[in-house]
């Protein structure tokens, strides 16, 4: 049964640090691409990050530099470090599996299952 649990947000303030765990259950991450999303409220839901089954990764532009996506094999879990946050990141970070080994443009489609979701909150 594939499952991914989220873990790690939370209350922070701007300028600080966090580090989201994605584990992974049912699958291997060596052949899955995993993809890290954010939704705030009244927004549409949208790619953070990205790391392919060959652990290449990719970044929308307002995040490259601050955030960081790895993995852990042993563990089968995803991590995405989180630093210099801002109030702008604020938003329920969910963690996915696409259907391909490959990441493509950070969009929402061609992902077959999500974990619930972690709230992120970047307040003083």
């Known amino acids: 049964q594939v499952q991914l649990v989220e873990s790690g947000g939370g209350l922070v303030q701007p300028g600080g640090s966090l580090r989201l765990s994605c584990a992974a259950s049912?699958?291997?991450?060596?052949?899955?691409?995993i993809g890290w999303f954010r939704q705030a409220p009244g927004t549409e839901r949208q790619g953070v990050s990205c790391?392919?089954?060959?652990?290449?990764?990719s970044y929308r532009d307002s995040v490259l530099g601050r955030f960081t996506i790895s993995r852990d094999n042993a563990k089968n879990t995803v991590y995405m470090q989180m630093n210099s946050l801002k109030p702008e990141d604020t938003a329920v970070y969910y963690c996915?599996?696409?259907?391909?080994?490959?990441?493509?443009?950070?969009?929402?489609?061609?992902?077959?299952?999500w974990g619930q979701g972690t709230q992120v909150t970047v307040s003083s």
């Open positions: 790391m392919s089954g060959g652990a290449s990764s």
């Open positions: 049912g699958f291997s991450l060596s052949n899955y691409a």
């Open positions: 996915a599996r696409r259907r391909d080994y490959f990441c493509s443009d950070l969009g929402p489609l061609d992902y077959d299952y």
